[in-house]
């Protein structure tokens, strides 16, 4: 008779996601190894395998997980205008720099049929963001509402480069700042 599948069997998928995308982010995807992630995680490679047959299926889910729950949070705050959005995607960020560094840097490290499901959310989440700007500026002709889109999302997605935790703007308030900049770009152009 198979084996069911354990009570926490979903924590602890969580728990080798993240504790994976913070090796896999400080050393690069390409350099890391599923030793190297187990490791990290403190958990045998067998256990690390028992979740994920390869390298690249863990890489998915982090980022399968990550964009989802950013799209489905997107999708919720779009329709409350784009200070709420910013603040939304902020508030997912947080605590998921490992995770966004590698949706930036490594889904070309995936086979095209893994990557195609990861892409499709990524352009979701920029459907939605575009939907909110042209909500402030319905007459931008569509490549002027396409750089006023993805400037919005230069502005959010290069935060966890430079932000430290208890030092500086809250996340709250450079979601506010942010929004208001954006708002007062979308103005003049």
């Known amino acids: 008779m198979p084996r069911g599948i354990a009570r926490d069997h979903d924590e602890k998928r969580a728990a080798l996601r993240k504790g994976a995308a913070a090796y896999f982010a400080r050393h690069g995807f390409d350099r890391a190894s599923m030793t190297g992630a187990a490791k990290e995680c403190g958990v045998s490679k067998a256990l690390?395998?028992?979740?994920?047959?390869?390298?690249?299926a863990l890489l998915f889910d982090i980022l399968n997980a990550h964009l989802t729950e950013l799209a489905e949070v997107a999708e919720?705050?779009?329709?409350?205008?784009?200070q709420a959005l910013i603040a939304a995607i902020l508030e997912i960020y947080e605590d998921a720099d490992a995770e966004h560094k590698l949706?930036?840097?490594?889904?070309?490290?995936?086979p095209a049929d893994l990557q195609a499901p990861l892409f499709a959310a990524q352009r979701r989440l920029v459907h939605l963001m575009s939907e909110v700007v042209e909500q402030q500026r319905p007459d931008l002709e569509a490549d002027r509402l396409r750089a006023a889109?993805?400037?919005?999302?230069?502005?959010?997605n290069w935060f966890y480069m430079w932000h430290r935790p208890g030092k500086g703007l809250s996340r709250q308030?450079?979601?506010?700042?942010?929004?208001?900049?954006?708002?007062?770009?979308?103005?003049?152009?």
């Open 48 to 56: 690390l395998y028992h979740y994920h047959d390869s390298k690249e």
């Open 76 to 82: 919720e705050a779009a329709p409350k205008g784009l």
């Open 173 to 189: 308030d450079y979601a506010e700042m942010a929004a208001q900049f954006a708002l007062g770009g979308l103005e003049k152009i």
């Open 103 to 110: 949706q930036l840097e490594s889904i070309s490290a995936l």
């Open 149 to 156: 889109t993805m400037t919005v999302f230069g502005i959010v």
